[in-house]
């Protein structure tokens, strides 16, 4: 009975022992799909995590960009409200200035006028040298001021001008050659004008010489002792000697009334 029982004893441990590594082995790959799954999940969950990431470093990059041009449109909305400031300023100030302009458009063509009257009496008081281009100026710009082609910027600009040149004649010296009527007859003669203290004259061949007599109004005659000065003078005028001391007689001036 005892080797009966052997018998029958060995292939029961073999089958729990097969049982038992059967057992064992459906742990293990329940092991390894946990294993497995666990770290497909891991990867599955570092890839979102990387997406995430992704995203932040793009929403990131978006803010700062977004924030950039924000301070830029800032400063050029500021930029835009100082430009339209200034230009504001600059409306009202044409427009006042257009008011101003209407006003003086009104105001400058008397002063033109004012002006033109002055220059000829002040021509007519002074001095007659050079009578007939001082006379033709004034005659040129008499017929400018009433011309509806010419502004009123442009008319004063030429009266101003004519000012000029008249003020220029009392701190220069000329010598110019014109015809001269004294008592009916008309010679040739060389002139002298020394800004405008005196107006000298003298005939082309020296035979005489004179002078602007201011009260008088008339041409008179100077001694023959003065025709070497006047004639030096003439030459200096002209640049044909250097300037030197002369001595001729000179008009007192006017009293003051």
Do not use: C
């Not at 009966?4 to 459906?26: C, E, N, V, Y």
């Not at 793009?58 to 830029?72: F, I, N």
């Not at 010419?150 to 015809?179: C, L, P, S, W």
């Amino acid at each position: 009975m005892t080797l009966s029982r052997g018998k029958f004893q060995l292939p029961l441990i073999l089958f729990f022992s097969l049982t038992s590594m059967s057992a064992h082995s459906d742990k293990l790959d329940q092991a390894i799909k946990v294993d497995t799954a666990t770290n497909n999940t891991a990867i599955q969950s570092q890839k979102k995590i990387d997406n995430l990431s992704n995203q932040a470093q793009k929403a990131l990059a978006e803010y700062r960009s977004a924030t950039r041009q924000t301070e830029t449109l800032k400063t050029y909305t500021s930029h835009l409200r100082e430009l339209i400031k200034s230009q504001t300023e600059e409306k009202t100030s044409l427009q006042q200035q257009l008011e101003e302009i209407e006003t003086t458009q009104q105001e400058i063509v008397p002063l033109i006028l004012r002006m033109l009257d002055s220059l000829e009496s002040f021509i007519q008081l002074d001095l007659p040298f050079l009578p007939t281009e001082r006379q033709q100026r004034l005659s040129l710009l008499k017929d400018m001021v009433v011309r509806a082609d010419v502004t009123n910027a442009e008319k004063f600009r030429r009266i101003m001008e004519a000012y000029q040149i008249e003020n220029d004649y009392g701190k220069t010296i000329e010598a110019y050659r014109a015809n001269l009527d004294i008592n009916g007859n008309t010679s040739s003669v060389d002139f002298l004008r020394m800004g405008r203290v005196a107006l000298y004259y003298q005939r082309l061949d020296g035979s005489e010489t004179g002078f602007w007599n201011r009260e008088t109004k008339a041409w008179e005659t100077l001694d023959s002792d003065y025709r070497n000065a006047i004639r030096k003078g003439l030459r200096m005028a002209r640049k044909q000697t250097a300037p030197d001391l002369i001595i001729i007689p000179v008009p007192a001036a006017e009293s003051a009334k």
